[in-house]
Nanobody, 125 residues
Framework: QVQLVESGGGLVQAGDSLRLSCTAF????????VGWFRQAPGKEREFVIA????????SSAASVLDRFTISRDNAKNTVFLQMNSLKPEDTAAYYC??????????????????WGQGTQVTVSS
């Protein structure tokens, strides 16, 4: 069992930056691929970005390419999502998730076994 806790959400203006954290409790965190998803009101939860078990490789959605980066510190059981140049359309609840599927193929919610409770990010124009 892995418990995930997100933090760092908030209200920012367009163009600002924000860093989210996802801290894991439980099983060996370094065994898991970690992904970030987001869900806006009335929309389906969508893939944002993922990182491999050792942090050496990442994959991201086209909508956040060159704006969002993901990193991890396995010694601290934490994954970070750095979001730059935020846009109003980035407004959503952001969720981190952990799973065992290869990071380059883990784009769907069903590819992950554990989920955090989410943290809200609101970007005003």
């Amino acid at each position: 069992q892995v418990q995930l806790v997100e933090s760092g959400g908030g209200l920012v203006q367009a163009g600002d930056s924000l860093r989210l954290s996802c801290t894991a409790f439980g099983r060996t965190f370094s065994n898991y691929v970690v992904g970030w998803f987001r869900q806006a009101p009335g929309k389906e939860r969508e893939f944002v970005i993922a990182i491999s078990e050792n942090g050496g490789s990442t994959s991201s959605a086209a909508s956040v390419l060159d704006r969002f980066t993901i990193s991890r510190d396995n010694a601290k059981n934490t994954v970070f999502l750095q979001m730059n140049s935020l846009k109003p359309e980035d407004t959503a609840a952001y969720y981190c998730a952990a799973g065992l599927k290869h990071y380059s193929r883990a784009y769907h919610t069903g590819d992950y076994d554990y989920w955090g409770q989410g943290t809200q990010v609101t970007v005003s124009s």
